[in-house]
């Protein structure tokens, strides 16, 4: 890939994150990108079976990455889709796409929608999701993931994994009853400062299933310090437990 294209590739993924950090309640920007195939680069790809509230999420393995657990949830119109990928490789830089196909309780596809990461070290737990506006008469049954890793180059390696992080706590919005927030404390093991990580929650219900998330890109935490974030949730009913899953900002 040449690296004018790479450069094109980083700035569309920043406007897109600029746009969903102004409007976190507002439907998502449809955004097109063009992931260019490049010589004899390697990548890889995962499906899914399609997850429902009611149906675990089996781990399979294929390649370069891996769908860990998947799953989605809904308030009104607006569903959260997410998925928990893991880098299979030895090392980080490669382009991390995963398309959600949104099923009705027929199987018909009601709406897709895909979000672009990256992996910054190997053997990373991501996690990868995006919100969906899918109107005020749908109601999704399940979510089938597609996960696409590709060794490109458009994106550095890190040193360090950032790790994840349990809620301290989970409360409702104050103003919307089937909103909720949850608190984390997101530490940052370098010592260097953090500028605009990559924060994604899933969130889980009583009984242990994948129940919605959210995310987050704080400006900057300091070095060998930490910040409080209090993210948005869309949730199917209240998350009992939430992961914020912290990665190297673009």
């Keep these: 890939m040449s690296e004018f294209v790479g450069r094109l590739m980083i700035e569309r993924i920043r ?4 746009y969903a950090g102004l409007l976190p309640l507002a439907a998502a920007l449809a955004v097109s990108l063009a992931l260019t195939a490049c010589g ?9 079976a399609p997850q429902s509230a009611s149906t675990p999420t089996t781990e399979k393995k294929a ?3 891996q769908i860990v657990e998947s799953g989605f949830g809904q308030s009104g119109q607006y569903v959260w889709v997410t998925a928990l990928v893991k880098n299979m490789s030895d090392h ?9 196909n949104l099923l009705d309780k027929s199987g018909a596809i009601l709406k897709s929608a895909s979000q672009v990461e990256s992996f910054n070290v190997a053997n990373q737990l991501q996690a990868v999701g995006t919100q969906v506006d899918v109107g005020l008469k749908d109601k999704v049954a399940s979510v089938q993931p597609t996960l696409l890793v590709k060794e490109e180059g458009a994106f550095p390696e890190s040193k360090t994994d950032l790790g994840s992080f349990k809620a301290g706590s989970i409360t409702k919005d104050q103003y919307v009853d089937t909103l909720w927030h949850a608190k984390f404390t997101i530490k940052n093991p370098t010592d260097q400062p953090l500028q605009s990580p990559r924060i ?3 969130c889980k219900g009583t009984d242990g299933k994948v129940n919605g998330g959210g995310t987050d890109y704080p400006d900057l935490v300091p070095p060998s310090g930490q910040v409080v974030i209090d993210p948005n949730l869309i949730t199917t009913g209240k998350p009992t437990t939430c992961t914020a899953y912290v990665a190297a900002g673009i």
Excluded: C, H, P, Y
């Excluded at 406007?15 to 600029?18: F, I, K, L």
């Excluded at 004899?40 to 899914?48: I, L």
């Design 15 to 18: 406007a897109r994150r600029r």
């Design 40 to 48: 004899s680069e390697k990548q890889s790809v995962d499906t899914s």
């Design 63 to 65: 390649g370069l990455g």
């Design 92 to 100: 980080g830089g490669q382009t991390v796409t995963v398309n959600f």
């Design 200 to 202: 994604g929650v899933i």
